[in-house]
T-cell receptor
Framework: ELKVEQNPLFLSMQEGKNYTIYCNYS?????LYWYRQDPGKSLESLFV?????AVKQEGRLMASLDTKARLSTLHITAAVHDLSATYFC???????????FGAGTILRVKS | KAGVTQTPRYLIKTRGQQVTLSCSPI?????VSWYQQTPGQGLQFLFE???????NKGNFPGRFSGRQFSNSRSEMNVSTLELGDSALYLC????????????FGDGTRLSIL
């Protein structure tokens, strides 16, 4: 059974600081997704990582995938308050759209 | 392009009743997936429909069922509701290619009294 673990589960950071969220998964997969969820809102797609070594960047967020280590990272650079949200990683290992989500990381950026 | 639309947004039911939730995918998307989100269990996959056929199924009891129509709209039905079914039910659509991200609707908040 595929398991996806995120850490930390809660992250409080100061504006301007850098930090990394980690996503480990238990079985082989080369399809990993990062989503953002604001309170009371739905999930917004951030990144799709489809191969070993894939790196995607959007603004202050950068995601990478290491399929051999079964690890993805979401790096936050110079955090700003607007990045406060819950971030989920999800892995899709079967044919079809069947995502297994991590528990989510609640990010709070303090000014 | 309109996003994924879920109706109703909020629903209150009592134990033992049944409920039907609706999802209209993004135009052109043929895959519709359903997820349950609760504080305790997080986001869990219910099932996926593609071209009117169930393509994947999660580990939920048979009380949870779904279907997809020829226009790709999907419905989810839960029978004999239990208190533990209280959750946010999210629908997501994609073109069908598994390398594309799923786009989520705003969800239906179901409360069981």
């Amino acid at each position: 059974e595929l398991k996806v673990e995120q850490n930390p589960l809660f992250l409080s950071m100061q504006e301007g600081k850098n930090y990394t969220i980690y996503c480990n998964y238990s079985t082989t997969s080369d399809r990993l997704y990062w989503y953002r969820q604001d309170p009371g809102k739905s999930l917004e797609s951030l990144f799709v990582l489809l191969s070993n070594g894939a790196v995607k960047q959007e603004g202050r967020l950068m995601a990478s995938l290491d399929t051999k280590a079964r690890l993805s990272t979401l790096h936050i650079t110079a955090a700003v308050h607007d990045l406060s949200a819950t971030y989920f990683c999800a892995v899709d290992m079967e044919y079809g759209n069947k995502l297994v989500f991590g528990a989510g990381t609640i990010l709070r950026v303090k000014s | 392009k309109a996003g994924v639309t879920q109706t109703p947004r909020y629903l209150i039911k009592t134990r033992g009743q049944q409920v039907t939730l609706s999802c209209s995918p993004i135009s052109g998307h043929r895959s519709v997936s359903w997820y349950q989100q609760t504080p305790g269990q997080g986001l869990q996959f219910l099932f996926e429909y593609f071209s009117e056929t169930q393509r994947n199924k999660g580990n939920f009891p048979g009380r949870f069922s779904g279907r997809q129509f020829s226009n790709s709209r999907s419905e989810m039905n839960v029978s004999t509701l239990e208190l533990g079914d209280s959750a946010l039910y999210l629908c997501a659509s994609s073109e069908g290619d598994t390398n594309q991200p799923q786009h989520f609707g705003d969800g239906t908040r179901l409360s069981i009294l």
